[in-house]
């Protein structure tokens, strides 16, 4: 990862460019793309890209703040659910911890 920040005017641009993108995995792979040919280095994929998530979103906010009250484009992005531990447990008696 880059220490150079990807400077948030190149980042609306590049959204504005790829927020048509038919999937969230699409439109984050462009992202990373820009953000690698901005000199900042590649996102984080950690959980599904979760900090481009968060930067749209903290975007997002600070229009709808504003007199400016459009919406920038993006797919949605999808929800990973957890598993639970004692899910994991009760169907995979592989992970069970060893008995004494």
């Known amino acids: 990862m ?11 641009r590049a959204w504005l460019k790829h927020g ?3 999937s969230w995995k699409e ?3 462009k992202m990373n793309k820009e ?6 280095g590649q996102l984080s994929t950690a959980d599904n890209y979760k900090q481009l998530h968060l930067r749209c979103c903290k975007i997002q906010q600070v229009v709808n703040k504003s ?3 459009g919406v920038y484009p993006r797919p949605v992005r999808p ?3 957890k598993k639970k531990i004692a899910d994991l447990l009760k169907y995979d008696k592989s992970l069970h911890p060893p008995s004494a």
């Open 20 to 22: 048509k993108s038919k």
């Open 2 to 12: 880059s220490s150079v920040k990807w400077d948030t005017e190149a980042f609306i």
């Open 67 to 69: 007199d400016y009250k």
């Open 35 to 40: 953000s690698e040919a901005a000199g900042a």
């Open 79 to 81: 929800k990973v659910e």
């Open 27 to 29: 439109f984050a792979e």
